[in-house]
Structures are given as C-alpha cells and as structure tokens.
C-alpha cells in the first residue's frame, strides 16, 4: 500500500529556471545555479524511476506501508529518506536512490566512484551509510510516536542502495565488503524476496510471528510518520544567492522611466493608497506596474516590514527608507 508519494518540486525547477536569466548573476551564481539545476533534475528522475519499480511490486501489498521523499526532523537533525517499506512485523526498509547511470566501482573498503564515459572519475558519498545516518534519526523519532511491537519491542531497520538500471557496478571481493544490497533499481522485488530468504529465517520467521501486527497497524505507523514530513522550502536559497546593487547600475529603461513619470510623480503620491492583494508576490512593481527581477522581488520580501510584503522596482524601491 501506498501511504505517500514525492513532493511536487515544480517550483523549485521553475525558481532556479527563472533566476538563471537574470542578468545580476556572478559567475559562482551562475555555475551553482547550473550544477543545482542538473543535481535536483536528476535526482527526481532517479527517485521517480526508483518509485514506479517500488510501487510495481508494493502497491497491492497488505503487508507493507511504503511512503516516498520523507524529510523528518528531529532536535535539529534532519533526514531526507527517498523511500522507506515498513513491514507489518516491524521491519523498516530504508532505499537510498543514486541516479549514477555510468560505471560505479565500490572497493573493499566501501567506497564508492562513478565515472562517465570521457570523463574523470570521480568519488561520491556512500548510499548506505548515508542511509544509516537516516536510521538514527529515524529510530528517535519513532520512539517519540511510540511505534514499537508488543511488549516495547524495537523496530529491525535494514538498508539498500538502488541505482540507475543501467548502471555497470564494480564489485569487490564479497568476504572483504558485501555488496548484496546495492541494487539496480529494477531488482527491488528480487532483492527484498532474497533479503527476507537470507536474514530470516525458519528461527526468524517464527520470532515474527510473535510480532506481527495487522495491514492496518502498519498503515497507521505509515500514517503517522506521514504526518510528520517537514518538506524543504522550494524558494530557500543559499546566502550567496541573495540578490545585491549592481557594481553599475544601468540607467532605467525608457518605457519604466515614462511610467514612471506619470504613474508617481513623487513617493508620497505612489503611497496613497494600499497596493492591491492580487500584485502580492508577483514580478511586477505595484507602483509602475512595470516587470521586474527576480532579485528585485526577493529583496523586497525578504524586507518585509520595510515594504509591506509587496514588491517594486530599483527606482520606487528609494521611496522607502
């Protein structure tokens, strides 16, 4: 059963595509904007592509919750988990998504390196510890909402990398690191039948037995650490990303100055009256009712007792002092 789906992101594509055509941009600016964008694309392709094969095989499941991008925070720590399966028996399946859709090569110390064709090689975080650090704050907070089995018994907490079916993964020796879970996305229903076959058990098995809860317990775990998802703000951006006055302003444009001219003649006159609701968080000045800036909105919101909580222009922003 499926409890939760991804976060719409739309506005997080359609802000940084925005900010990209300013013309205030620095360079670092603009490669962060570049390398932000292609990261936060492919990662919802990743997670997307990883979710159809999860729901595919845990969809018409009365004995697994799955809920998918859950962000949960606890005293300050955060975990973002692509997706998580919760067993009825309390068995808490963490997958971390990489879409790394070229060579991956994991040594026996568990380190792991992607290499695309024609390029370098270059190291990346380990999925799965980054997946156990998830656990942690995990396990905090399920105390908190006091999902526990009979008897205060603990959640089982298990882990697995899923990444791009088209991935050619590196292996090493299986005795020095094993690599059993980390998948290629396509194999989950595969790697989860093998993973209950090889850390149950007939003993396993029978201990579960004891701890086995109804579909319905298990959605209402879901259910409840649903209720706890702390989504990002789509328009938080970095402080370095905050707009600032242009090294030389340019002189305004000839059809802004001229609204100008007429629409406000002085601040007093361009205050007289409150601005409609409807031009609230809009790019476009109330005053002139000229198009502007991203920036120039950003710096007006993020002022919000000096201009009300609208936005305007560099000329009738100077009104406000």
């Not at 370098?120 to 907070?141: C, D, M, N, T, Y």
């Not at 476009?284 to 991203?294: E, Y």
Request: charged fraction near 30%; charge should be positive.
């Amino acid at each position: 059963m499926i409890i939760k789906s991804a976060d719409d992101k739309s506005k997080r594509i359609d802000l940084l595509t925005d900010l990209q055509k300013s013309s205030m941009l620095d360079a670092r600016q603009k490669d962060w904007l570049r390398e932000e964008l292609m990261r936060l694309r492919r990662g919802i392709q990743g997670e997307r592509d990883a979710a159809h094969y999860i729901d595919n095989h845990f969809r018409d499941s009365e004995n697994n919750a799955v809920l998918h991008d859950l962000r949960i925070s606890v005293d300050g720590e955060v975990a973002q988990i692509d997706h998580l399966i919760i067993n009825r028996t309390l068995r808490f399946y963490l997958l971390e998504t990489k879409c790394f859709n070229g060579n991956v090569q994991i040594n026996d110390r568990g380190e792991f390196t992607v290499a695309y064709s024609g390029e370098r090689a270059f190291g990346v975080e380990s999925p799965l510890e980054q997946s156990r650090r998830h656990e942690r704050i995990l396990s905090k907070l399920l105390d908190r909402l006091e999902i526990t089995g009979r008897m205060g018994v603990k959640a089982n907490f298990f882990h697995a990398a899923l990444l791009h079916p088209k991935a050619i993964i590196t292996r090493p020796d299986k005795k020095k690191f094993d690599t059993d879970d980390v998948i290629k996305a396509d194999q989950i229903g595969t790697w989860h039948q093998a993973h209950i076959d090889r850390t149950v058990g007939v003993v396993g098995a029978f201990a579960g037995l004891l701890n086995v809860h109804s579909p319905q317990t298990a959605r209402e775990w879901a259910e409840k650490l649903a209720r706890q998802h702390r989504p990002t703000n789509p328009l938080d951006l970095p402080d370095f990303m905050k707009p600032r006055e242009a090294a030389n302003p340019k002189p305004a444009v000839a059809s802004r100055s001229a609204s100008v001219a007429v629409q406000a003649a002085s601040p007093a006159s361009a205050n007289s009256e409150a601005p409609p609701e409807a031009l609230r968080k809009k790019l476009v000045c109330v005053t002139c009712r000229q198009k502007i800036t991203f920036p120039e909105g950003k710096f007006c919101w993020g002022n919000e007792a000096r201009f009300g909580g609208f936005q305007y222009c560099r000329e009738h922003q100077a009104q406000f002092k």
